[in-house]
């Protein structure tokens, strides 16, 4: 495998023989921050690389005469009969030519490793680094980071000129508040890497906490808060009432989080709560069913969202609105015909569902009418999120199918949410990096390259990951649909026994393929494994819940009782009618106490061991504790405080 790996891309030579002298990176005299790092990025990896010792230098200094390669606009750079100023934001451009490398692009003065500063230079480098030394960076940190042995060779001279597909292309890795800093520290690495980017000052977020709550405008004005089960309460307000909509407008353009913003947000609050007033329902569709629990409520927020369009573009025409297209008002308006020119949708949605053909179908056909509104679409993915409990949803055949679809649909920009679960998403998520740099580039080129990094147990991990895959894609219909309660119901029929043992037997196979070597492919591995005795103890916990939820243990998505004890929480008038409906399906299965009490002890052994394992890899990437500890700091979805306490009274 490593002899492939080394044939990768010949004509670029591939890395010794040059002179100690000649060892030289070069970067301006006079280098933007970006230019001086990514000389040093260069550096740094050639010596990784070649086994010899490579350093960046000053352009100014006499030895950068010796230089073969030089990062930035280097006064030697600007001397060349290819060198141009006419660069587009982010790009950059790759030379060879007798011998040297030059690498330079479009540049901000900002932070070198912030995906908000333009930094073409840096990417430039880490493209020659991926292309010509086949470098590549499966996950954060050391042992993610692949780096084949190289010989570097002059190569035939080349060009190579590049710019990114969209200026707003993230992977957002949430709950990082609540992962050790370093590890945050490395993930934004690893995500700079993939030549991921942020450059647009846009933001499309829920903006009430900051506009009204925040702000404590919501004590001021009450009347402005939705009129919610008789009373006025956050977390929505009334989208339909004029003095809230022109303070929505006065926000988006004197706010001070939008000082310098092209694309402020005005997007509604998330969660239960929306308005009942008549002015707001007057504006809703004839037949609107008001007690499921996400009505179609897409023409008042819409209606809200192109009046303050159109009253900012008045005031300041080079200011844009966001606004998510999510939840209750995720479809198209049926009485706005046109949007104005300065409304940007985020659209919500995961390519994860499309394993549901009728899913996929009516997601395009969705995003088919809003194309006929005119208006400006940006991606809002979800890559990995909470309903998937970290556990391996693998769906690498989604994703390459629809990246390039969804380019070609006139998407403007892609930006999505992901966890620190590498050890069992890893294959989405390099997949997703690449490809939003590219949405055209070969999917399975990518993943082969993924692969390659598990050096002899390449095709054991593979098997490993398509096994998931493949038992999603056979056990979609265990999915009624992709909502919370029913999601979370049935894992234990998607990633069945038959799932966890098939994949086991792999995970097996790559340990057996690497068990004679003490290398990163073992160590590579044994992270895979840590996903692995994460999912184990996930199904079996889940499993648990769901048993002791047919008994009658209170556990939220789990019971009706549950779900009750949760719409109390958020002081829901009733709970919502398609959940009770759900449970009608769900008959109660009682239990004698001695069984109820077994199973009680059990689901808080697999609690803990859940959270030890967790709380072990904090320092890894492998499965997210964030997630987890921010549902026991909020007290969303206490299973496991719910099972100590029903074990309480059954031992009292």
């Known amino acids: 495998m490593m002899k492939e790996l080394m044939c990768m891309t010949l004509f670029a030579g591939i890395l010794l023989g040059a002179a100690a002298a000649e060892n030289l990176v070069a970067y301006p005299a006079k280098a933007l921050p970006v230019e001086k790092f990514a000389a040093e990025e260069l550096a740094g990896y050639l010596t990784k690389s070649t086994g010899e010792k490579y350093r960046s230098v000053a352009e100014n200094q006499p030895e950068a005469a010796q230089a073969a390669f030089f990062v930035g606009k280097c006064d030697a750079l600007k001397a060349k009969p290819f060198y141009t100023g006419d660069l587009a934001s982010e790009e950059f451009i790759v030379t060879a030519e007798n011998g040297k490398i030059y690498i330079y692009g479009d540049d901000g003065p900002g932070a070198p490793m912030s ?48 710019k990114p597909v969209y200026s707003i292309r993230s992977m957002g890795f ?128 819409w209606a809200y969202a192109n009046y303050i369009a159109r009253e900012v573009k008045k005031r300041n025409p080079d200011r844009g609105v966001g606004m998510f297209a999510y939840t209750a008002y995720g479809e198209a308006p049926e009485t706005i015909d046109t949007f104005e020119d300065n409304l940007y949708l985020s659209m919500t949605f995961s390519k994860a569902y499309f394993v549901k053909p009728d899913i996929k179908e009516k997601f395009f056909q969705r995003l088919d009418k809003w194309k006929t509104k005119k208006v400006k679409i940006i991606g809002r993915e979800y890559w990995g999120m909470h309903y998937w409990l970290s556990l391996p949803y693998i769906f690498t055949a989604q994703i390459a199918e629809s990246m390039p679809k969804l380019y070609h649909a006139g998407l403007v920009g892609m930006y999505g949410e992901a966890q620190k679960d590498f050890a069992t998403q890893g294959p989405n998520y390099f ?166 009490i077994a199973l009680l002890k059990r689901a808080i052994e697999l609690g803990e061991a859940r959270a030890k394992i967790l709380r072990d890899n904090a320092n890894l990437p492998a499965v997210s504790l964030g997630m987890y500890q921010y549902t026991i700091d909020k007290g969303i979805r206490p299973w496991h405080q719910t099972c100590i306490d029903e074990l309480a009274k059954l031992n009292q």
């Open 431 to 596: 997949l997703v990096a690449h490809l939003l740099w590219n949405p055209e580039a070969d999917s399975q080129r990518i993943l082969d390259r993924y692969y390659q990094g598990f050096g002899p147990a390449a095709k054991s991990i593979r098997r490993y990951f398509d096994t998931f895959e493949q038992a999603i894609l056979n056990n979609q219909e265990a999915i009624p649909d992709f909502s919370y309660r029913k999601l979370i119901y049935s894992w234990p029929e998607v990633l069945d026994p038959a799932t966890l043992e098939k994949a086991g037997e792999a995970l097996a196979a790559a340990r057996k393929d690497t068990a004679d070597q003490d290398t990163i492919w073992r160590k590579r591995v044994e992270f895979i494994g840590i996903g692995y005795d994460y999912t184990r103890i996930m199904m079996e916990l889940l499993t648990t819940y769901r048993r002791l939820g047919q008994a009658g243990v209170p556990l939220t998505a789990f019971s009706q009782a549950g779900d009750q004890i949760e719409a109390d929480k958020y002081k829901l008038p009733a709970l919502p009618s398609d959940i009770v409906a759900l449970w009608t399906t769900r008959p109660e299965k009682p239990l004698e106490k001695a069984e109820k």
């Open 174 to 301: 949430s709950y990082g508040k609540y992962e050790p800093k370093e590890i945050n520290s490395e993930i934004g690495k690893w995500a700079r890497r993939q030549k991921l980017g942020w450059t647009e000052q846009a933001w499309f977020g829920h903006s009430w906490h900051s506009y009204v709550f925040k702000t404590g405008v919501d004590k001021q004005h009450p009347e402005w808060l939705a009129l919610y089960g008789g009373e006025r309460r956050g977390p929505h307000c009334c989208t339909s009432n004029p003095d809230f909509r022109n303070y929505i407008v006065d926000q988006v353009l004197n706010h001070p989080t939008n000082k310098n913003m092209k694309i402020a947000s005005v997007s509604p609050s998330d969660g239960y709560g929306f308005c009942e007033c008549e002015n707001c329902r007057k504006l809703d569709q004839p037949g609107t069913d008001y007690t499921r629990s996400v009505p179609s409520l897409s023409d008042r927020h």
């Open 115 to 162: 995906s908000k500063n333009r930094a073409g230079t840096l990417l430039g480098v880490y493209d020659f680094l991926e292309n010509e030394l086949g470098i590549a960076w499966l996950w954060p940190g050391d042992d993610g980071e692949d780096v084949p042995s190289r010989q570097w060779l002059p190569p035939k001279d080349f060009s190579r000129r590049a």
